[in-house]
């Protein structure tokens, strides 16, 4: 099995999709995990991604500037999203084999590269609309595991309220165990080859 860091992940949602099937995954956020202190490191993930040789990183940087929904305020906040933009560098040239790097339509695209994928979460089970992109270092695309009827965009239409911005962010759970079980077999099936 393969040792895995979620990064940027509170939930705890995709580390226990990738624990359910015997890999070593732990995740990383300035907050703390909603599910306990076990497998999480709560701390910034620059200091946690040379703990050790990780084999693959899930990355889900924060899409507060960088995620053109929030457009009309870009010229704004150009200096948070230069450093926004640089996290994201930083995520993609982390010394890992296998990165995915995970965020919404966003100027990652035209100011670093194009995603790899763009997946919805209607292809793995929910009936529900929200784009979501992919850039991928050594990884495969994600194949889709269950389409559904429905194409609701029920995480567009929350209301406001102080916690709508965690709720947004969560990985829904038919993607957390897709990326599992189809990254996780890759990763493990690549590691025994090079064996």
């Known amino acids: 099995m393969s040792l895995i860091l979620v990064a940027c992940e509170f ?3 995709v580390r226990r999709a990738f624990r359910a099937l015997g890999h070593q995954a732990f995740s990383c956020d300035l907050l703390p995990a909603d599910d306990g202190k076990e497998h999480h490191f709560q701390r910034d993930v620059r200091e946690v991604v040379g703990y050790c040789d990780w084999d693959l990183m899930i990355a889900h940087p924060p899409c507060t500037h960088l995620a053109v929904s929030g457009a009309r305020w870009f010229k704004d906040k150009q200096a948070e999203q230069a450093e ?3 996290f994201v560098e930083f995520l993609l040239n982390a010394p890992v084999p296998y ?6 339509i966003s100027i990652i695209s035209s100011r670093i590269r194009k995603p790899d994928q763009i997946i919805q979460p209607w292809q793995f089970g929910h009936g529900e609309t929200k784009a979501t992109c992919f850039w991928l270092k050594n990884l495969p695309k994600l194949v889709p595991t269950h389409i ?3 194409r609701e965009a029920r995480i567009h239409k929350m209301p406001p309220g102080p916690d709508r ?4 962010s969560r990985t829904f759970q038919g993607i957390a165990e897709a990326m599992a079980q189809q990254w996780g077999d890759y990763v493990t099936q690549q590691k025994r080859e090079a064996a």
């Open 165 to 168: 911005w965690k709720e947004r």
């Open 99 to 104: 990165i995915a790097l995970e965020n919404p």
């Open 148 to 150: 559904v009827e429905g």
């Open 11 to 13: 939930s705890g949602t």
């Open 84 to 86: 926004a933009l640089a």
